[in-house]
Each structure stands twice: as structure tokens, then as C-alpha cells.
């Protein structure tokens, strides 16, 4: 991995990491400004934007958008996250300027057709409706909201159908221009393209933004507590946390050995208390981490006469951790967790959303082998002190499924203590 960076003379940032080997480019624009920065009022808005792009614009109908891309083979996507907005497109490297001609042409020249916002708005009710089916999404938001409780991650980057409903095409335009005018935009290519090649691109074709700064967010207050969701389904899906160390904390290799060993993987503890027993078909380590918040946890799907002492088992294995991690313990995961970041690295499919996505963080991060120079370095005695420290803070406890048998918060609390 050599990733370099380039700031244009307009304040944009054009990030790559050539692989000359490749026969394939992956393409991501994003600007930093996402459902995180939205205010009640605006829940969906930027999310409505990112449809709307897609639309036709000065030059272009949508339907001819679509059939150019479509015949260069393209695979691309428009996406809102929590603090981004981004738009990847992956193509054959013959193929990389000319994808990188349409989709500047898309992000500075969207015409945002009033005669199909109508039709793109019920479009977007029926994503609305398909997050609020979506399980997987229920569940995320039901456990950063325990956590986080005042935390606009907590929410649903589609928005609600009353918003959505309310805006007007030229509320959304005017966003449009706000938000690529004034925040944080990265351009960032991995695979068959050189720095100096693609930086030239997007100087010619990236003229219409000068973007002044990156969007603030309120510092996000863990709390922890414990909420159960009562709905119908056959299992109850649980998540165990605590807040951890920052993303680019000096203990982040640490804690993430850490989540590795309690619930990754056929060798981690909870496999074999929990697995082992034929009490979950999975265990699973599950985190949010960034600049804002930071939450480690773990994963399970159990059957409801099993929670209560699935729980049980859970925090007797944070509260004994420090206490009972061994050294093959800890080699085991290391091994574990390079091996993963050297296939990763192989990989050219999605990382340029990283790099577009995560710069301020990406560019700090260091370069791999380094990065597995730093896995290795960790200690036993590293394992236990920060583990000790982020298993005696209040515990998220977070369930959905059928009503049944739940220990209260306060002898979860009690149980962590030993």
C-alpha cells in the first residue's frame, strides 16, 4: 500500500493507491457531511440529495447516464452514512476517465428534474420502509441508542417519511450546493492508475467546488444502560459493550486484540462457553468506532430460555478477562487479525470508499507492515491493563426479540464486579 495525497488548489483532496498489477480501478467521491450533521428538521435530506444526483443533468437525461455506464461495465453506487455522503464507481482501468468524466459531470451538474422528484421521493418512502423491516438496522440503531442516547448516529441515515414527504426539489438543490461548497471533499482511486495521472483528472474535471472546511459535530456522551426490544421473532439478538479507546488511541491494537479474543472466531472465549454449549449458532465481535465515539462489544443470536444466563456468561467472561487471557490467547488473534489485513490488502473492491470516506483517519494509519509490526508488539500486559480498564465501565446491554427472563441492569452491573 503507498498512498499519497494531493490538495488541489480549490480545496479538494485527491488521495490514490496505485497497484500497477491491477487491471481494475476503483473510484469514490465523498464529501464529508452526513446524517450526523442534519438537524431534526433535515432527517433525509442529504439522503434525498444523493438520489436526486442521479437524475439527468445539463448534458444528460438519467436513462442515458445509466446506459453509458452500463456499457462501460461500471459498478457504482450513492450512499449516506452517518457522517458522509459518497459515491463509488469501480471500472476496467481503460474505463477510469471516463467514468471520472461522468461522475464529476453527476456531483457539479445535476439539474435535479423537478418533474421526478415526486417519483424519486416514493422511491425513497420505500427504502425508508425496507430499513425499518431490515432487522440488522433495528438492531443497530437499538444498541448505538443504549450507548448514545442523545447521538445523531443513533439514527437512520434515510431519514422519516415526514420530512422526506415535506422537502421541496429546491430545499434539496439548495443543500446540495451547501454541503459540497462548504465541508470536507476527497477523491480517492485504488488499483491501475497512477497519483500523477489521477490528479490531473480531477483538476480538469473538478472545477465547480471549492469546499472550505470539514462539518463539526457535538462530542457524543456514552452512558451504556440496558433496553430490550420486545418484537416477534424466533431469537433474541444481544450485544454486549463498553465504551473503548478512541480510534487512533494508543490502545486501539490492543483493544481490538482484545475484541478479537472474546468473541472472534472458533478459538475465542465466548465460542467455546457459549458455542461450545450449544447455546448460539454465532458469536460475534461488533464495534463503532471513530473520532466521536467508541464502543466495543460482542454479538450473539440465542434462543430466548438461554438469555439470561447467555448474559451471565458474557459478563463473567469480561469481568475474569484480564484476569484469565493467555499468551496463545493473544498470539492466536494477532495471527488472526494479520492474516485478515493482508487478504484485505490484496483487495481493491471497496477500499478506495475508504480512503475517501475515512482520510483524516486513513492517512494516519500506518502503512501495513508497520501496522503488523504494531499487532505484534502488543503485550500480555497491555491485553489486561486496557481491558481491565474498559470492562469496569457501565455496560450496553441491548436485546431484541421475545418478551422473556432478563436480569435487570443493576445485577448485570453487579455481576461485572465480580
Known amino acids: 500500500m503507498t498512498i499519497k495525497c494531493t490538495t488541489l488548489k480549490n480545496g479538494i483532496r485527491v488521495i490514490t493507491d496505485e497497484r500497477k498489477d491491477a487491471r481494475a480501478v476503483s473510484i469514490c467521491v465523498s464529501c464529508h457531511y452526513g446524517a450526523s450533521h442534519e438537524t431534526a428538521a433535515e432527517k433525509g435530506i442529504t439522503h434525498v440529495m444523493e438520489h436526486m444526483l442521479f437524475m439527468g443533468t445539463r448534458k444528460k437525461i438519467a436513462s442515458e447516464i445509466e446506459s453509458t455506464l452500463a456499457d462501460m461495465g461500471a459498478i457504482k453506487d450513492g450512499l449516506t452514512g452517518s457522517y458522509y455522503n459518497y ?10 476517465e471516463a467514468a471520472l468524466d461522468i461522475w464529476s459531470e453527476i456531483l457539479q451538474e445535476s439539474i435535479f428534474d423537478p418533474g421526478k422528484f415526486d417519483t424519486e ?101 456514552y452512558k451504556g444502560g440496558l433496553k430490550h426490544a420486545v418484537c416477534k421473532q424466533n431469537q433474541e439478538w444481544l450485544f454486549v459493550g463498553f465504551e473503548s479507546p478512541k480510534y487512533f488511541s494508543k490502545d486501539a491494537f490492543a483493544t481490538e486484540l482484545i475484541e478479537w479474543i472474546l468473541a472472534k472466531g472458533f478459538s475465542s472465549k465466548l465460542y467455546r462457553s457459549v ?43 469480561c469481568s475474569t478477562f484480564a484476569n484469565t487471557v493467555t499468551s496463545t490467547e493473544l498470539k492466536r488473534a494477532q495471527k488472526q487479525i494479520i492474516s485478515r489485513l493482508l487478504l484485505m490488502e490484496d483487495s481493491i473492491s471497496h477500499n478506495a470508499d475508504y480512503l475517501a470516506c475515512f482520510p483524516l483517519q486513513y492517512l494516519k494509519l500506518l502503512p501495513v507492515e508497520q501496522r503488523i509490526k504494531a499487532y505484534k508488539s502488543v503485550s500480555l500486559t497491555d491485553i489486561k491493563r486496557v481491558a481491565k480498564e474498559m470492562f469496569a465501565g457501565a455496560p450496553t446491554v441491548a436485546i431484541m426479540g421475545p418478551k422473556c427472563k432478563t436480569p435487570t441492569y443493576k445485577t448485570i452491573c453487579k455481576w461485572l464486579k465480580g
Not at 87 to 96: D, G, N, Q, T, W
Not at 284 to 295: M, T
Open 121 to 221: 421521493k416514493q422511491v425513497v418512502l420505500r427504502e425508508i420502509d425496507m430499513v425499518l423491516d431490515n432487522p440488522n438496522r433495528k438492531f443497530g440503531e437499538l444498541w448505538l441508542k443504549t450507548a448514545y442516547p442523545k447521538a445523531n448516529i443513533s439514527y437512520s441515515s434515510a431519514g422519516t417519511k415526514e420530512n422526506v414527504k415535506a422537502f421541496t426539489v429546491e430545499r434539496v438543490k439548495n443543500h446540495w450546493k451547501k454541503i459540497f461548497a462548504n465541508n470536507l471533499m476527497v477523491i480517492a482511486a485504488q488499483g491501475g492508475i497512477s497519483h500523477q495521472r489521477f490528479v490531473k483528472l480531477c483538476e480538469k474535471k473538478f472545477t465547480k467546488w471549492a469546499p472550505k472546511g470539514k462539518a463539526s459535530l457535538t462530542k457524543e456522551i
Open 275 to 317: 458455542r461450545g454449549k450449544g447455546l448460539a449458532y454465532r458469536t460475534e465481535r461488533l464495534s463503532w468506532v471513530n473520532e466521536n465515539l467508541a464502543i466495543s462489544g460482542v454479538f450473539l443470536q440465542v434462543s430466548p430460555e438461554n438469555l439470561y444466563g447467555v448474559i451471565q456468561t458474557v459478563i463473567k467472561e
Open 87 to 96: 459515491y463509488p464507481i469501480r471500472v476496467l482501468k481503460e474505463s477510469a
